[in-house]
């Protein structure tokens, strides 16, 4: 018999970054080693998209973001608001910080990529650039969290490459260096592992 592929489940996740003498510090945290997905790799604050997520609003969206967010999606792909309300709900919980309110580009639409085939959990996984200049909550202690992730840190963007960092982690972590530091961005990277090909894209 042969073995139905793993689902493939839209999920968000926020790089909230903050100015550091060094440059730009960024929040991570270390998943516990027993998770099923990517345990004790250092990520960003994040998760799957859940059905109470489900909204028309853009919540800290520009059109622009929004419609990149459509691009090369599924029929059934969560609307743009979901998936930013994901995000932000996300942050919460796995930080105890909040971005109350936020007004059209505080979330910037900043990758996109799909699991390959072959991991236990498979994630079309979007990634949103937020300054945490507007954050709501306890920033260095983290007391309001109710978290997956344990040793929640601001980190330097060159430091955070010497964690046991997921792949795709390290890739987003570059593509958010080159943004912060003001190069262009031609186009959203999209890692598309949905097909049998691997195949890269820019939306």
């Given amino acids: ?33 027993a998770a099923a997905f990517m345990p004790s790799k250092y990520v960003f604050p994040g998760g799957g998209v859940d059905a109470a997520d489900a909204t028309d609003a853009l919540p800290g969206l520009t059109a622009e973001c929004a419609h990149r967010l459509t691009m090369n999606c599924p029929a059934d792909a969560p609307s743009p608001g979901t998936l930013a309300t994901a995000a932000l709900r996300e942050l919460t919980e796995e930080t105890g910080l909040a971005l109350p309110d936020p007004a059209p580009g505080t979330l910037r639409f900043m990758f996109r990529a799909i699991t390959p085939p072959g991991r236990s959990r498979r994630f079309d996984a979007r990634f949103f650039l937020a300054s945490a200049a ?7 202690t983290f007391s309001d969290t109710l978290t997956e992730l344990s040793h ?6 060159s430091a955070a490459r010497a964690l046991d960092l997921p792949f795709i982690t390290e890739v ?22 949905s097909g049998p090909i691997p195949t890269f894209r820019r939306l």
């Fill in 1 to 33: 018999m042969t073995t139905p592929p793993e689902p493939i489940r839209p999920a968000a996740t926020i790089v909230l970054w903050r100015p550091a003498a060094s440059g730009f510090e960024v929040l991570m945290g270390q998943r516990g080693h």
């Fill in 134 to 140: 507007n954050a709501a909550g306890e920033t260095e």
């Fill in 152 to 157: 929640l840190h601001w980190i330097g963007l």
């Fill in 172 to 193: 987003v972590l570059a593509e958010a260096s080159a943004i912060l530091n003001g190069h262009p961005q031609p186009g959203v990277p999209f890692f598309d592992n």
